[in-house]
C-alpha cells in the first residue's frame, strides 16, 4: 500500500516487545478477529520501496504461470486432437 496508495497508510508505532498468533492460526481466523490492531508481523519496516518490488516480482511470476497454464492447455488439446483423429 505504501507503493500503490500511501495516503491510506497510518502511523504504526513500533511495539518494544511484540507477540503474535502462531501463523498457521491466519488459516482459520481473518487477521483482524485475533490481533488487537488489525495486523500480522511487522508493518513498521514496510517501504514504498519492497512494496514496488514485491509487486513487480508477484507480476512477474503471475505472467510466468499464466503462460505455463497456456502452454499445457496447448499441450493437452494437441495431444487430445492426436488422439481423437487415430
Not at 483482524?32 to 512477474?60: C, H, N, Q
Amino acid at each position: 500500500m505504501l507503493h500503490l496508495h500511501p495516503e491510506y497508510v497510518g502511523d504504526i508505532k513500533r511495539e518494544q516487545d511484540p507477540s503474535f498468533v502462531p501463523q498457521a492460526f491466519m488459516d482459520y481466523f481473518d487477521v483482524g478477529d485475533i490481533t488487537p490492531d488489525g495486523y500480522w508481523g511487522f508493518p513498521e519496516d514496510a517501504t514504498a520501496e519492497k512494496g514496488s518490488k514485491v509487486l513487480e516480482l508477484m507480476l512477474r511470476e503471475g505472467i510466468k504461470y499464466l503462460a505455463d497454464v497456456d502452454r499445457i492447455t496447448q499441450q493437452v488439446r494437441a495431444k487430445a486432437a492426436r488422439e481423437a483423429g487415430q
